[in-house]
């Protein structure tokens, strides 16, 4: 095994950790007994692969997550997701250790609003209010005047003065989606998930003529054709209860696959089809590149050494606290 020194050596030389371990620990046994000693808590995303989900005290969508940031009871938060999720706990913990399993762990959407680039952009339109998605920036964050979910994110829109010129950033396809939801005339950042935009709309329908006696249910970022055929729209919390209370027994799932795991958990006698890709692969299934880099060895690893930590300047977390503390207001 690696000493301490030599583990915090070889993250920083790489920025992520990929450490060889001894053959056959028990991560579930380790986890569980770091988790005590350190009086940390789990958080993970459903995009998490089953095995994380499986261990950690809280799984759940971007805005339960936050919730569930905010009340913690724990000296570290460990969070199983991708970065802008475990930012933000930090920007609501600042007395609190957030680590990440794996630093890489982005995000497409994030990456795609460049803060330099969207400052611009706001100070062109001084006179809108700037909603932004919360998979983004805490730099973005802070320029921003509230943020939103898929889940409470037509409520934060309907709570703005109808005469009140929006921003919506940084998913165009979510901002297009509450448009035609809200009938507000908002101005779109063009910022996409790459993972919502990778399905096939040709291989969609052709799996709807095999299977129609299925509803497709799909996530906001997804493109507005891929919507269209949807029965139902939702977050991923939504989809879930959608699923859960529907009296069909066949759906396609429009969303990243993570969320498979948890939907078939609670409806262990309904068929859940995976929505195709555009792109041929090993489960022909839309996978976030980035949930899936954080896995078992990583959390273990990311526990014991309490590293990758997170960071956030005081400045910049109380600029990103505001719009975030607006949001959890309104929901």
Known sequence: ?????EAKKDIENKGYLDIKLDSGIDYV??????KKDKNAVILAHYYQEDAIQKIADFVG????????AVSVDADIIVFAGVHFMAETAKILNPNKKVVLPDLKAGCSLADSCPP???AKFRAEHPDHVVVTYINCSAEIKALSDVVCTSSNALKIINSIPKDTPIIFAPDKNLGAYLIEET?????????ACMVHEAFSMDKM????????????????ESEAHILKMAKYVGSTAGLLNYVKNSDKNKFIVATEAGILYKMQLDNPGKELIPAPAKD???????ECFYMKMNTMKKLYLCMKHELPEIIVGEELREKAL???ARMLELS
């Open 116 to 118: 330099v680039e969207f």
């Open 1 to 5: 095994m690696l000493s301490l020194e």
């Open 280 to 286: 041929d692969n090993t489960c022909a299934c839309s």
């Open 61 to 68: 969508d971007s805005l339960a997550l936050a919730q569930k």
């Open 29 to 34: 046994k380790e986890i569980l007994q770091l």
């Open 183 to 191: 009938g507000r005339d908002m101005l779109l950042w063009d910022g």
């Open 205 to 220: 329908i052709e799996l709807y003529k095999n299977n129609q006696d299925a509803d497709i249910i799909a996530h906001p």
């Open 322 to 324: 505001k719009p975030i």
